[in-house]
């Protein structure tokens, strides 16, 4: 009887067959809940309709103050997926990224992390700095940033790129809420994007094989010689492209500067040389 | 008896800020800005190849991220000698300005509206003063939906030029990396059309409305009159694409910017001794979170040793398109109305640029050099200075439009720009502070942007920007 109850409640809320999504913005730029604004097909309306309830999310939630440090703690007794966007710093007890201040008390974002890691359904490291520190651990990196699986010392799906890939996030997403599960590969990224590198599927890859390089930005050819990471950088952007497919840094006349990488960015420095 | 409220998090904004507010007798008495997170871009800067500072300090902030690409930018051209390409800056300018656009369809309609508006395709309410009729509620959020489009679309733009963003790469020293065709050309205009109908037909309906419901807040949340520019669309000519000139206003004169009045404080900051700085200064020193008194990671900046207001209305007022007065509500009028200027600009914008290819050069870095790149971005002031030493950067120093607006108190007993419009407050129940978010919202503040470390002062270099 209270289960029917419970039932007939979630419907009347409509939240029958989705699940809650907390979205926190670690120590970063929270550039990668704007690039996920910039989804399409499916688009951030539909992610919010149709596939989650975002219960919290420091940019776009009505809720401010204690009132929305209530919701993600009332969130944290549900069923729900845990996306993390920016680095962890946990030194000076987390001092250098606070979430909230409630009842009298300073939560650091480290703490919040900690405490949604340990409920949570599923967990994605969203962008570079989450999945693996990124920029916000760059030499010499002030504030001891680490990347999320680090901090929580267990694994996380990641998805790295700076920002994250709207597509990537929404594929991610998409495959836990069809399917209660994403495969990956020995860095936790979703194989569905991060099978090649990009040179595998660039479109200047004939250049490439002809051995005929571009001298400097703007120009049409291979980029190989201007520092392009494409070899060594598996992501999906020749094929997915990036802001509604549209582009992409090397349909730009750019090298790939290697962001979604591992040891980005002083393991892709210089970005550009000549 | 006096309250002490604390709000964090402040949601709809970008990044982490904490305000707490003393309150007697319903009035806001007293107010402190604090920006709550470090990652200390300067110092990560130090020792890195020159040009990779524009990819790089993009990633400072993930809503204004083209806006860091042309300060760094222009730095490096000043430093390196290099004279950018005409049709690149126009093309430089044209994403700069369609970044604008995004953000300021983003801050209007996702970051404020659900202060006014009960929208309901968002979780939580932050309680009950949404005082419109249903008709107005639901055209409102009608275009709250739209927005997700729009500013999608806008980031379009931006992508066509740059290839991705937040992040971009097109916009570089020399001007842009993008071979332009007339394919692109009309694909930048159609998107750029959409947008300009739906800043122009729903935005300024949507905040007339608002305005018109809750006029008290073109009485509140003033602050400082003093406000300040380093320029838009300045560099393109007299003519009906020029915007606004590197300007100040102070005290009812206006004059001219002078770059080295600018100066930062550290007093009530968490870094390290007290002193005022030059800008730029030369050498960075640490952090110093136990410091007695400090509540913040924001730095005071100062011009001529005064508070000074940056955004879309300083802009609006120095070049003459919007009446001199400063409130919650007029803070929020002169975003919309820029919008649309500037989405007009870009139009007749598009009518010059050629659709010819990337004009780039093989850059050389200097042994040593220095450079300021000065521009405005959508919140204001934006100044990046660097020095380059044994072909490296020496130092970089980076001052944003929150460090204006979100300074705390400086060694004078000045408070910031925001702290001023909060103080004097009236706020009718201190249970539901609303007031408070809505004063604040109106300065798009954007907390990822205040990532500085402390720089000492030591043989400042002087350009007069004139």
């Known amino acids: 009887m209270k289960i029917a109850q419970e039932a007939v409640d979630r419907i009347k809320e409509g939240n029958g067959n989705k699940i809650n999504f907390i979205w926190i913005e670690a120590n970063g730029c929270a550039g990668d809940i704007i690039s996920f604004l910039n989804a399409d097909e499916p688009d951030a309306l539909y992610f919010l309709k149709e596939m989650v309830n975002l219960k919290y999310s420091p940019s776009l939630m009505q809720a401010e103050g204690e009132r929305a440090y209530e919701e993600f703690l009332e969130t944290l007794n549900t069923d729900f997926i845990l996306g993390v966007e920016g680095s962890l710093t946990n030194v000076e007890n987390g001092f250098y990224d606070i979430f909230a201040y409630y009842k009298g008390k300073t939560i650091s974002v480290a703490e919040a992390v900690a405490k949604a890691a340990e409920k949570a359904k599923h967990i994605i490291a969203i962008g570079t700095c989450a999945s693996f520190a990124g920029i916000s651990a760059a030499r010499p990196n002030p504030t001891g940033c680490t990347s999320l699986s680090g901090f929580l010392g267990r694994e996380v799906i990641n998805v790295p790129g700076c920002p994250a890939n709207p597509l990537w996030v929404m594929g991610t997403v998409a495959s836990l809420v069809l399917y209660n599960k994403v495969e990956v590969d020995d860095k936790g990224r979703p194989l569905m994007f991060f099978k090649d590198t990009n040179h595998v599927n660039c479109e200047r890859r004939s250049y490439f094989d002809n051995k005929i390089n571009a001298q400097k930005l703007g120009d049409k050819e291979c980029m190989f010689k201007l520092g392009c990471r494409g070899p060594v950088t598996k992501a999906y952007c020749p094929i997915g492209r990036w802001n509604s497919r549209i582009n992409w840094p090397v349909g730009d006349n750019t090298p790939c500067i290697g962001c979604a990488n591992e040891y980005f960015p002083d393991g892709s420095e210089p970005f550009v040389r000549y | ?466």
């Open chain 2, 1 to 466: 008896m006096t309250i002490k409220i604390t709000l964090d998090p402040i949601t709809r904004i970008s990044g982490p800020l904490s305000i707490e507010v003393e309150i007697e007798k319903n009035k806001i008495v007293n107010a402190k800005s604090s920006g709550v997170q470090y990652r200390g871009f300067e110092k990560m800067l130090t020792g890195r190849s020159p040009l990779d500072a524009v990819y790089f300090t993009e990633r400072i902030c993930g809503i204004c991220s083209v806006a860091h690409g042309v300060s760094a930018s222009l730095a490096l051209e000043d430093a390196l000698k290099v004279k950018p390409d005409a049709n690149g800056i126009k093309v430089r300018n044209f994403a700069h300005a369609a970044d604008f656009l995004q953000n300021i369809i983003r801050q209007i309609c996702l970051y404020v509206f659900p202060d006014y508006v009960k929208i309901s395709a968002l979780p939580g309410s932050i309680g009950g003063d949404f005082r419109l009729p249903e008709k107005y509620t639901e055209k409102i959020n009608e275009d709250y939906i739209k927005a997700i489009e729009y500013s999608r679309l806008a980031h379009e733009m931006v992508a066509l030029i740059g290839g991705k963003v937040p992040h971009s790469h097109g916009i570089f020293v020399g001007g842009t990396t993008v071979s332009l065709d007339p394919f692109k050309i009309i694909r930048l205009k159609s998107i750029l059309q959409s947008i300009n109908d739906f800043i122009a037909n729903n935005m300024v309906e949507d905040i007339n409305i608002i305005a018109e419901y809750y006029t008290e807040y073109y009485k509140i949340g003033g602050g400082t009159g003093n406000l300040l520019t380093y320029g838009l669309f300045d560099e393109m000519g007299e003519g009906e694409l020029h915007y606004v000139n590197p300007s100040v206003y102070i005290k009812g004169k206006a004059y001219k910017l002078n770059a080295k009045a600018i100066t930062e404080g550290t007093a009530y900051s968490w870094y390290s001794g007290n002193k005022i700085s030059r800008v730029p200064s030369m050498e960075p020193t640490e952090t110093d979170i136990k410091k007695e008194g400090a509540y913040t990671f924001i730095k005071a900046a100062r011009y001529e040793g005064k508070v000074m207001q940056v955004g879309p209305l300083a802009r609006m007022i120095l070049s003459g398109s919007y009446k001199n007065r400063i409130s919650t509500m007029d803070r929020l009028m002169a975003r919309v109305l820029e919008g649309k200027k500037l989405s007009e600009k870009m139009l007749k914008l598009l009518e010059i640029i050629e659709p010819i290819p990337a004009v780039q050069e093989r850059y050389t870095i200097p042994e040593s050099s220095v450079g300021m790149g000065l521009k405005d971005s959508v919140r204001g002031a934006l100044g990046h200075w660097l020095a380059i030493e044994k072909g490296v950067i020496k130092n970089y120093d980076i001052v944003t439009p929150s460090v204006w607006n979100l300074s705390p108190v400086d060694e004078r007993g000045q408070h910031g720009a925001m702290e001023e419009a909060l103080i004097g407050t009236e706020i009718k129940d201190v249970s539901h502070p609303i007031e408070i978010g809505r004063i604040i919202r109106s300065f798009d503040p954007c907390l990822s942007c205040a990532t500085h470390v402390i720089t000492d002062c030591r043989e400042p270099y002087y350009i007069d920007l004139i």
